[in-house]
């Protein structure tokens, strides 16, 4: 459970918090975005487990993963994005669990009293980002203009960086204790 918890808090931190605007732009314009934000993917999961040099074969299927998951998204969006959002996390997740499944001698870096919170507090970026996602989609059907889905895509922007920094500041002082 531990070790799920360590690769889905990789996942959290990588997809959400660092996947800036530019890195989402440079995605859709070229594959060295996907690589770029796959990357990244790579490099979080490496600081949270012992031994990421050993165990780079898991970081590499890890991150090309990561990559082909996104490729098809980008390959094959819909109107409606809420969708393409919850298939993608469903796939980025069963790749989690089916690595975390496969590889329990994957040793973890942080104490639980530190990794199940940040987990948590991990997971309200990517609730953010899917309420955002929702009030987009909503605002196609309104012309955009709403005021009311203004103030929710501004609210949700501002939630999800909070979060975001608070779980890199929770996962950076764990590290640290270790």
């Not at 969006?77 to 993608?88: N, R």
């Not at 997740?93 to 590889?103: D, E, P, W």
């Not at 987990?119 to 609730?127: D, E």
């Amino acid at each position: 459970m531990q070790l799920f918890a360590t690769l889905l808090l990789g996942h959290l931190i990588a997809d959400f918090p660092l996947q800036t605007d530019w890195v989402v732009q440079l995605k859709k314009r070229h594959f060295t975005g996907l690589a770029l934000h796959a990357g990244i993917h790579v490099g979080v999961t490496a600081l949270l487990i012992r031994d990421p040099f050993y165990h780079w074969p898991i970081l590499v299927i890890l991150g090309l993963a990561h990559f082909a998951t996104d490729w098809l998204k980008l390959r094959f969006t819909t109107h409606s994005q809420a969708p393409g959002f919850l298939i993608d996390q469903a796939a980025h997740l069963g790749v989690i669990l089916l690595i975390a499944k496969r590889t329990p001698e994957l040793a973890v870096v942080l104490p639980s009293w530190v990794l199940y919170p940040a987990v948590l507090v991990g997971m309200a970026p990517a609730i953010a980002m899917f309420l955002l996602i929702l009030a987009n989609d909503l605002g196609q059907g309104m012309g955009n203009g709403s005021g009311r889905i203004q103030q929710v895509r501004r609210r949700t922007r501002r939630l999800y960086h909070l979060a975001g920094l608070l779980v890199l500041t929770i996962v950076t002082i764990g590290r640290l204790m270790t």
